[in-house]
């Protein structure tokens, strides 16, 4: 029997524990931000940051960069953090990267729509996308600056003007509008967040928004008028948010929380995790909009499979019909915005 002065302290068991071999098994996740001093950027990072599935952490911006990454750098967690300020590091930035983050782009404010925010946040999402396919042509890529029904096709244009486009690796991320739904629902019913999921689809602005509620787990149901109010509530809560911030901003810790969430599950999936599923915002044969969200199944090179819509209820089939002409033409207007573009 060991003496007190022999026994292994609870704190050398622990260390041994947390760096034993077979608590390493997983592969080392480069995951890079760019525009990581911004609203959602920080809040992001610092999510990322306390993941143990993240290795190493570059955060780029144009501005303040140095310092959220010095701070996030105390943080006693596994991931190297590094920041890298302006356009000359971009590049370094994004090399080797597994994943890249790009949440860059200025704000709405309250009066302005999404299309409002599309010129100054097309041209960074260009740019920005251009230096991804060539620093790091293999990587994730998550395009979170809005408006996404735009600047996810932008994105991808430009990865294909690189020749380095593969469907299976580009998403405009879309799970804010899931975590909503989920929220709200759970709390109309009262039940356990956690453990309630609902699918949605179309895409990432107002009527595109179409939450799947008929197929909604657990199973819930809502008289008519009910249903359309939390329906539209869930498009409009970016909205809510905006109002609500009266001029200070958007929504920047949902937001965070949500691409975290989504980038967790990602590199799970490339971990060779099984049955991670995502909605995602993506190309797709789903409808006539060359892009559209639906859940996804990920895997070890990107999407998986696409799992599609499912059996819609009539009233989700109207909100479908409602949102296309719009989905349409905000693709329609990225892909015309790089094809513009010198």
Sequence with gaps: MLSRVARPSRLLCVVREQFS????????ARVAVLGAAGGIG?????????MPIVSHLNLYDIAHVMGVASDLSHIESRAKVQGFLGPDNLRPCLDGADIVLIPAGVPRKPGMTRD???NTNAAIVRDLTAAVAESCPKAMLGIITNP????APIASEVLKKHGVYDPRRAFGVTTLDVVRSNTFIAEAKGLDVSKTNVPVIGGHSGITIIPLISQCTPPVSFP???RVKLSMRI?????EVVDAKAGAGSATLSMAFAAAEFCKSLIEALNGQEGKVQCAYVRSEET???YFATPVLLGKEG??????MGKLLDVEVNLLKAAMPELIANIQKGEQFVGDSK
Excluded at 42 to 50: A, E, F, G, I, V
Excluded at 148 to 151: F, I, L, P, Q, R
Excluded at 303 to 308: S, T, W
Aim: net charge neutral; hydrophobic share 30%.
């Design 303 to 308: 999407i998986e499979k696409n799992l599609g």
């Design 288 to 290: 006539e909009a060359k």
């Design 21 to 28: 071999p077979k608590r390493n098994l997983t592969k080392e």
């Design 235 to 239: 498009q409009n809560a970016g909205t």
């Design 116 to 118: 409002d925010l599309f």
């Design 224 to 226: 008519p008028e009910e």
């Design 42 to 50: 920080q809040p992001l990072s610092l999510l990322l940051k306390q």
């Design 148 to 151: 996404v029904n735009s600047t």
